[in-house]
C-alpha cells in the first residue's frame, strides 16, 4: 500500500485511524489489514468499483458495522475495540455512543423519518441525544434549512419532497448535531440525474466553508476532485493508489486505477 500523505492535525493526532482494520461477512472478506489516517480538517475520498469495501469503511466509523480484526480511533479515542496488555477488548455500547456524538453520516437513501415533518426530522436529535431546548434546536434547523436552499418546506413530510430535497434536508440532520467528522455515502447515486448538482452544490459549500472532516464515497468524480484533499483508489478491500485529486485524475500510477478512471469519466 502506499504510504500515507496525510499529516495529522495540530496535536499530532490523527482524526481518524484505521489500524490493522480487517471486516468479514461470514468467509468473504471485505477489508484486510487496512491501515490509512485522515487528518483534522481534511476532506479524503474513497474511489473504486463497486464491492470494493469503501462503504463498509463508513459504516464502521459509525459503529453500524462490528469490526472483524483491528482497530479504529477517533481523534485518539478507541471506537469498537481497545488494545489492552496486548488483548483486543470491546468497547462499551455506552462509550462508543459517546464517541460517535461528533460524528455525522448521510446516506445513499435519505433515511429520513417519513412520519415527522422536516423540521421535526432536524431536531430529533439536537433535542433527544444533545439535549438542547426545542427552541433552541428550530432556530439552529432554521439557520441550516437556509443554508440547504430548504427553509420553505419545513412543515414538509418526507414523501412530499423530491430526491434532491430529500437529501439536503438529510444533509442539514447531520450538521445539525455539530460534527466534526462528516461521512458521506454515495449521497447522489439515487437521484435522478438532473438533481445531482443541487445536492453536490450543497456540499462545495459546506466544505469551503467548515473544517469538517469528511471520508467521502463518490462515483462523483469532479465532485471528488473539487472537495478533496487526497484520493484513494480502492480494489478488492485495499488502497491501491493514493493522491493529490490533480494526480490520480492526471497522472494514475497503478493501471487498475487507470482502468477504473477509464471507464467511469
Known amino acids: 500500500m502506499p504510504e500515507n500523505t496525510a499529516t495529522a492535525g495540530a496535536s499530532g493526532t490523527p482524526h481518524i485511524e484505521f489500524r490493522d482494520v480487517v471486516k468479514r461477512f461470514g468467509d468473504h472478506t471485505v477489508l484486510d489489514d487496512l491501515n490509512f489516517t485522515v487528518s483534522k480538517g481534511e476532506r479524503v475520498t474513497l474511489i473504486g468499483p463497486s464491492g470494493s469495501g469503501k462503504t463498509t469503511i463508513l459504516r464502521l466509523v459509525m459503529t453500524l458495522e462490528e469490526l472483524t480484526g483491528g482497530y479504529i480511533h477517533i481523534d485518539g479515542t478507541p471506537l469498537q475495540y481497545a488494545e489492552q496488555n496486548g488483548k483486543r477488548v470491546r468497547i462499551s455500547d455506552k462509550r462508543r455512543r459517546r464517541t460517535t456524538t461528533d460524528i455525522g453520516m448521510v446516506f445513499q437513501h435519505f433515511n429520513l423519518f417519513p412520519n ?22 428550530a432556530a439552529k434547523a432554521e439557520a441550516l434549512l437556509d443554508k440547504v436552499g430548504m427553509a420553505w418546506k419545513k412543515d414538509a413530510r418526507p414523501s412530499e419532497l423530491s430526491g434532491g430535497q430529500q437529501q439536503r434536508i438529510a ?95
Open 171 to 265: 444533509i442539514a440532520r447531520a450538521l445539525a448535531m455539530d460534527p466534526e467528522i462528516l461521512l458521506l455515502d454515495e449521497v447522489t447515486s439515487a437521484l435522478d440525474p438532473e438533481l445531482v448538482g443541487e445536492v453536490l452544490a450543497v456540499l462545495k459549500d459546506i466544505a469551503a466553508e467548515t473544517d469538517i472532516s469528511m471520508l467521502i464515497v463518490t462515483h462523483e468524480m469532479q465532485f471528488a476532485r473539487d472537495v478533496s484533499d487526497r484520493v484513494m483508489m480502492f480494489d478488492h478491500g485495499a488502497v491501491i493508489e493514493e493522491a493529490t485529486p490533480d494526480k490520480i485524475f492526471s497522472e494514475p500510477e497503478n493501471q487498475r486505477t487507470q482502468d477504473f478512471l477509464r471507464a467511469v469519466l
Open 116 to 137: 415527522m415533518t422536516v423540521m421535526e426530522n432536524i431536531i430529533e436529535a439536537p433535542v433527544n441525544v444533545m439535549g438542547l431546548k426545542k427552541d433552541e434546536a
